[in-house]
């Protein structure tokens, strides 16, 4: 199936938002409160394949109690954005890498892949027709949220859902933590809880991850930190995420370049689209970038040091947001002077550029949609 071959029926709503709402909602749209006219959908079923997409009013699914996703939690999404450009034109990020790890989660999940041509073209439909809904300003953006669940409506459990259903909404966003120049973030070193571990789910974009992160976002908070740092299952020893952003380090080498850090991909990690496009686009900038495994006593250690000079975190919600103090059980420790340093906020910078049209794209990471 291609997406030449998918039919979208089109309903357009009767009661869009009127204009003046909707442009009072974009002055000061907060993240993922307010939603657009419209939504689409599209079904799978085992006998059918992929079928039934529409393009309709945004509203509530009816689902029987008895649906599986609602007992075993087989369910998937994804983050991506659209964003206006200074000609007025919208685009998306790297759509193609939403669909591949879309499709990375669902095998993992014993869901269907969906074509990734027919991801973009779903994400590219509702865009069109709400494209009003597209806010001005750099780290404002069209936050869209394609999802799949398990529809079955059955509670045996010895094999996956049968029927699944597939749906895009969009919410009009700052960054997550804020637009203009981010504040510096705490966080707290979570050694009472474990995110993933090899073999598991932590490489997929699937809801029980993070419904199991809320207990550690609340002890975190409970610190007065603002978000939790995940070690590693086996050693609690090694950092691996800060909640769902990929995380990185910059140390400082006089006389050479600076070099980025952020921990390999071992299947406990998401495999970040920002992550992705930050190692590819640092070396670009005159910074080193590796993979490679940091422990906290080596993070403690190199910020005492002044080898260690940045942290920050990063993903499509945040953007880059700035690590400034780390907190433990065992005392904390401030990364440099706990402010925003110059490397994180050339990356932040560039990074934006590129996504709202104002730097240049010799990566070709730009979608325009039609």
Not at 94 to 104: C, E, L, Y
Not at 308 to 335: D, H, R
Request: hydrophobic share 40%.
């Amino acid at each position: 199936m291609t997406a030449a071959t998918m039919d979208f029926a089109i309903s357009p709503t009767s009661r869009p938002l009127p204009a003046a709402e909707r442009e009072a909602v974009l002055k000061e749209p907060g993240f993922g409160q307010t939603f657009t006219d419209h939504m689409v959908t599209l079904r799978w079923s085992a006998e059918r394949g992929w079928h039934d997409g529409r393009l309709e009013p945004y509203g509530a699914f009816t689902l029987e109690p008895a649906t599986s996703v609602f007992h075993y939690g087989q369910a998937l999404f994804e983050g991506m954005k659209a964003y206006r450009r200074p000609d007025g034109a919208v685009t998306l990020f790297r759509p193609d890498a939403n669909a591949a790890r879309f499709n990375a989660s669902a095998r993992r999940m014993a869901m269907p892949e969906l074509p990734p041509e027919i991801f973009v073209k779903a994400v590219e439909l509702l865009v069109a027709h709400d494209r009003a809904w597209v806010p001005e300003g750099a780290g404002r953006s069209l936050y869209l949220r394609p999802f799949m669940i398990a529809t079955d409506p059955s509670l045996g459990f010895t094999h996956p859902s049968r029927t699944f259903l597939f749906c895009v909404v969009a919410s009009p966003a700052t960054a997550y933590f804020g637009g203009g120049t981010p504040r510096p973030l705490s966080v707290w070193l979570s050694t009472n809880y474990t995110r993933a571990v090899r073999g598991g789910t932590g490489y997929a974009k699937t809801g029980g991850n993070y419904a199991g992160a809320f207990a550690a976002g609340l002890e975190a908070t409970a610190h007065g930190c603002d978000q939790v740092v995940w070690l590693d299952a086996e050693e609690h020893r090694w950092a691996e995420e800060m909640g769902g952003m990929n995380l990185f380090f910059v140390h400082a080498r006089p006389g050479g370049r600076p070099r980025l850090t952020t921990p390999p991909l071992t299947g406990t990690l998401l495999p970040g689209i920002t992550r992705d496009s930050l190692l590819t686009l640092a070396p670009k900038l005159g910074y080193d970038a590796v993979e490679s495994p940091v422990s906290i006593d080596q993070w403690r250690e190199e910020c005492a040091s002044g080898e260690l000079t940045e942290v920050f975190a990063c993903g499509t919600a945040a953007v880059i947001a700035p690590v400034g103090t780390v907190k433990s059980e065992n005392g904390q420790w401030t990364v440099s002077d706990g402010e925003p340093g110059p490397v994180t906020l050339r990356l932040r910078r560039e990074l934006l550029g590129i996504q709202h049209g104002s730097a240049p794209d010799p990566e070709g990471w730009v979608h325009h949609v039609r």
